[in-house]
């Protein structure tokens, strides 16, 4: 599968944008990096998917829980509530991309280092748990 262009320049963004997130968090929650990572990802995500489905993706019926925690948590981080804001905004997050989790822990399995890793005794446990396969007890 090929990127466009406007798509890699997405793919880009996002990352960045997590970055600063990350970074921010490090760096005792330093709002103005967290907000700037926030807005980042936003325009990185509208510039994969478009715009239009990136609306339609926030506004569906089965993510508003989320993505009202996630603009909430936005709105606290810019009105400098860096750690409220944060947790909120992770709440929403996890709501809005937790179907994701599955696909992606799938998809690093497959990989060579990474895969042999998340198949440890003890890491996989916790890996089947994030990932939502069902445990081999009946209970």
Do not use: H
Not at 84 to 108: K, R, T, Y
Request: with cysteine; hydrophobic share 55%; net charge positive.
């Amino acid at each position: 599968m090929w990127l466009t262009d406007t798509q890699k320049i997405g793919v880009g963004l996002t990352a960045f944008g997590c970055a600063l997130i990350g970074l921010g968090v490090v760096l005792f929650f330093d709002a103005g990096l967290i907000a700037i990572g926030n807005i980042l990802f936003l325009a990185g995500m509208s510039m994969i998917i478009g715009v239009q489905k990136t609306l339609y993706f926030f506004t569906r019926r089965d993510k508003l829980r989320g993505s009202i925690a996630f603009f909430a948590g936005f709105c606290l981080v810019l009105i400098k509530w860096s750690i409220v804001g944060i947790l909120v905004e992770s709440f929403g997050f996890l709501n809005l991309f937790g179907d994701f989790f599955p696909v992606a822990i799938n998809f690093l399995r497959s990989l060579p280092v990474i895969g042999r890793f998340l198949s440890l005794p003890g890491i996989r446990q916790v890996v089947d748990r994030i990932g939502g396969y069902p445990s081999q007890y009946p209970v």
